[in-house]
């Protein structure tokens, strides 16, 4: 267990709750400052990570790690950030289409195409449709 990893996930899950929308706009900020600390973390980590296995991967004959996974991974996991911080609803179903997309892409990398298809039509075009539907009906 590395606990550099373990400590950047429990300062990002610390800053993900004070950022969490309250009457309180204070906190919003510490929020903020403790998760970009918690992605730097995690960066480091990966760029550790990767420095270590990267020779033995080359060495192997193989490529480095893939880029596009972590890409899809970081827009991921910022895009539920959004969704679970954002106080307006329609802009929270707006991440969502992103989270979507992302996990559609990591579909494509995985070269389950049907999958990525499929995940985009349900998701993004009938449920969160109907999301957004439901809450213009709300107002």
């Avoid at 950047?8 to 510490?30: C, I």
């Avoid at 679970?84 to 996990?103: D, E, S």
Wanted: aromatic share 12%.
């Amino acid at each position: 267990m590395d606990y550099a990893l373990l400590a950047a996930t429990a300062l990002g899950a610390t800053g993900l709750y004070l950022m969490l929308p309250r009457g309180k706009a204070s906190l919003v900020r510490l929020g903020g400052l403790l998760g970009a600390m918690a992605v730097i973390g995690f960066f480091l980590y990966l760029v550790r990570t990767v420095a270590s296995s990267g020779a033995l991967a080359t060495a192997m004959g193989g490529e480095g790690p893939p880029v596009y996974f972590y890409l899809f991974g970081f827009i991921m996991i910022a895009s539920a950030v959004g969704v679970v911080c954002q106080p307006k609803p329609v802009y929270a179903a707006l991440y969502f289409v992103l989270i979507t997309l992302a996990g559609a892409g990591m579909f494509v990398l995985l070269l389950a195409e049907f999958m990525a298809i499929v995940l985009i039509i349900i998701y993004a075009g009938a449920i969160l449709v109907t999301y957004v539907f439901v809450i213009m009906l709300a107002r």
